[in-house]
């Protein structure tokens, strides 16, 4: 791509978007979500308090693209680190969705477990419980792109083979998707490698001796 | 049990704790929980701050008792209605497994589209997210003794020879309680009859073509 020429507003509005992202950021793990205010973010990032209303209607606007920012700032480091491109990445196709699953759902837990992502994700989850609008943003930006990952792994395994052609790939992925989001959202059990490896084998396999 | 004589103070209690539950409830759902306020739900009710003090730390934790309290009465409602005590309801055993997960899975959905339940169980699920006491006594008070009638039904699902006897009943339950669960929370898909029919079927015979 040809290097554009920059104009220096466009560089100061740049510099002031990180700055509110990492205040936002720092601040929910601080001082925790209910406690954040528009002013206190403000008041860290070093900008007026219009600044921030100019471009978010409210606070959980804010976390939201901030997080969103950290996820994308996370997939640049792990593309760097390949040395090609992994911000879409796709769940492995090595022909063994039981491994494969399995493979990204340790990942996932191990993710879950990082305090870097808990107090964001966290706030985020529960401002869309009460908030409609976040709530949409929230699933649509960050909740739905995830889970489309597993919906195209199963496709490949019903074109495989090795899944039900009846089967609902958009629901299927929920039997693991939504236990380890609600064990991790609500604390209602530990959330281990050995505890994902059982859903996937469960949900793949059943819990019965046979199909009726 | 012998009539027992009531001392005014309690009955006055008792009064006041009826007046703070219904106005807690009445106030989530006209002006939503983060505009709930202590001083809010005294006023409806017409009782002191101070005495919503003395008895709850804060609004979640009088909003997690009220909505208790509902659930009870609610209970109290259906015994009524039958003649006898339904307060602990087991899930039926007509030792068809698959029938009777998904009569309880379709009333849950039917619980879950009702307005009454809707806003306070959803401030409860957010201030549980961010408050990890509220949190705890969610879990502890309200969504585990739930889990807890899935695990009995699958231990005796497990006795009869229809589950294999190496699978945990208190992971294995997940599989179509936490995918309803996010749905309805996070908005992230309908809520019908068809949807958790095929999440039953799905987790109790797998959606490969066999067992590995």
Redo the contacts between chains.
């Keep these: 791509m040809a290097q554009k020429t920059v104009p220096d507003s466009t560089r100061r509005s740049e510099r002031s978007r990180r700055a509110i992202y990492d205040a936002a950021l720092a601040l929910v793990h601080e001082t925790?979500?209910?406690k954040l205010t528009i002013e206190a973010i403000a008041a860290r990032a070093g900008v007026g308090k219009q600044t921030i209303y100019r471009w978010w209607p409210s606070k959980g606007a804010v976390l939201l693209d901030a997080f969103l920012d950290l996820a994308d700032q996370a997939s640049a480091e792990a593309s760097e680190k390949a040395g090609h491109d992994v911000v879409q990445t796709e769940i492995t196709d090595s022909g063994d969705?039981?491994a494969d699953l399995k493979h990204v759902m340790r990942a996932t837990v191990d993710e879950f477990n990082d305090p870097k992502y808990d107090a964001p994700y966290?706030?985020l989850?529960?401002?869309?419980?009460?908030?409609?609008e976040v709530?949409?943003e929230?699933?649509e930006k960050l909740?739905?792109p995830q889970l489309q990952l597993f919906v195209r792994r199963?496709r490949k395994?019903q074109e495989a083979?090795?899944?039900?052609p009846d089967?609902?790939p958009?629901?299927?992925l929920?039997?693991w998707?939504?236990?380890l989001?609600?064990?991790w959202?609500?604390?209602?059990?530990p959330l281990t490698h050995e505890?994902v490896d059982?859903?996937v084998e469960?949900?793949?396999?059943?819990?019965?001796?046979?199909?009726?």
Tied chains: 1, 2.
Excluded: C, W
Excluded at 185 to 189: A, F, T, V, Y
Excluded at 202 to 212: D, E, K, M, V
């Design positions: 925790g979500y209910a969705l039981e966290r706030a989850a529960a401002e869309g419980l009460l908030n409609p709530g949409a929230f699933v909740l739905e199963i395994a083979g090795h899944v039900l089967v609902d958009r629901i299927a929920e039997l998707a939504s236990p989001a609600q064990r959202l609500m604390r209602s059990g505890y059982k859903i469960y949900a793949l396999y059943g819990i019965t001796r046979s199909r009726p």
